[in-house]
Structure formats: structure tokens, C-alpha cells
């Protein structure tokens, strides 16, 4: 619900901005929006409706790399994960679980969130005589996978959101740069001499569309595979974790 409030107010502020700030009459002659633009913005203007609809997905890009930003934030904890995961590793290494532990309490985060159910259970199977090594693994494991599925949805939330928009940006754009290709061609077609002021126009909108069309597409693009990857090392450093625990186990219950 969250998500649709965002895409729904991007739009409406693509339309504001389209309507009461590129569409200013101090941006055109004579202060009427319907002539020539005197500067940047009144060109944008000239771009027609598809461009309050690009300026929309820029914004939900940006709302959603702040998004990204603080939740991964979350994910990560307070502290460097590398250090966090070096600290569990010493203190499972020499049979520190208590500490460990306490060290996850510490960072917090989604990563630390895992790694305290797998301690858990290493310290809940250490001392339980029904159960034969192979069984303790295994239910160190579950904790571990367990867990794991229950962050793991978090950290690639609203990826697909980038991911589309980046697909999505360049057609809308396309669709505005065709329809003021169209307009432009239409003013060159004229008998006599060509209607100046609407190809003008047509070429404004073309181009406008394009270059919003291709900057939300290349923005969304970039920032997917950046939060993408920082997903994957976030999921690898639990995984790593979730290995030491295992193979420490295994190691001094021989």
C-alpha cells in the first residue's frame, strides 16, 4: 500500500511541477505558455503530457533509492560487517558462544538477526545428549536457512520497482519522441512554407521526451545493480557466517 501511495504521489508532483513550474508564463514570451519558450524549462514544457509521467519515474527512482538506502542500512547493522563477522568467527573458534552472541545484540541488523538463531541453536544442541551430531548439524542449519528466509525478503524489496522502472522510462519516452516526431513531420508537410513555430515544437517534444525517457532508464539501471550487488554481498557475508558456525561445530564435536 506504502508503495502505491509513493507511485501516486510522484505523479501528482510530476504534474505540478510540469504545470506550475515548466508551465510558468515567465518562462515563455509574453507570459503565455502556448508561445515561445525563452529558457530550458519552457522548453520541457513544450514536451507535452508524457512528460509529467517521465518526471514521475524519476521521482519514484529517487524515492525508492532513499528507500533502499535507510532499509539496507537496517539490513547491515551498526557496525562493519567484515569486523562483525571476523569477531563471530574468533568467538565461535574458541567455544565463545555467549559472547558471540552478545556481539550480534551489538550490531543489530538482519545479518546479526541470522547469525544469533544460528547461535541459538548451536548453544540449545551443544548439550543435548538425544541428538546425534549429524541431527544437531542439521538443526543448525534449519535455524540458520530458517532465518535467512525471513530477512532475505527485505533486503530485495522494491528492486522489481527499479527494475521496471528502468524498462519503462525509455517507452514512455519513446512514446512522447514519436508523437513529437509526428507533430514535426506533420508541420514540414504543409502546403507553402512550414508551419516554423509547430516544428519547433515537435522537435522540442521529441526531444525532451528522449532525454527524460533515457535519464530514468540510465539512473534506474545503475542504481538496481548497485543495491543488486549490495544484496548479494550482504546475503554472501550471512552465508558466510551461517558456514563458520556449522563447520566450527562440526569441527570440535568430532
Known sequence: MTNVIIILAAIAVGWSVYLLVLGNGGNFEEGDNTKHPLNIMGIMYKGGIIVPFLIA??????????????TLGKVKGKGSVESFIRNIRNFIANNQVNEAIAECDKQKGSIANVVRSGLG????????????????ISAIQKGLEEAT???LPMMSKNLVILSTCASIAVLIGLIGTVVGMIRAF??????????TVALATGISEALVNTFFGILGSTLAIILYNFFSS?????????????????????????
Do not use: C, H, W
Open 121 to 136: 541453536e548451536y548453544e540449545r544442541v551443544q548439550n543435548d545428549n538425544s541428538m546425534d551430531k549429524e541431527r544437531k
Open 149 to 151: 528466509a525471513l530477512e
Open 57 to 70: 519515474v524519476n521521482l519514484i527512482v529517487i524515492s525508492f533509492t532513499i528507500e533502499r538506502f535507510i
Open 230 to 254: 549490495k544484496v548479494d554481498a550482504l546475503t554472501y557475508a550471512i552465508d558466510e557466517a551461517g558456514y563458520s558456525i556449522v563447520q566450527t561445530f562440526a569441527t570440535k564435536n568430532k
Open 186 to 195: 506533420s508541420a514540414m508537410a504543409q502546403a507553402g512554407a512550414p508551419d
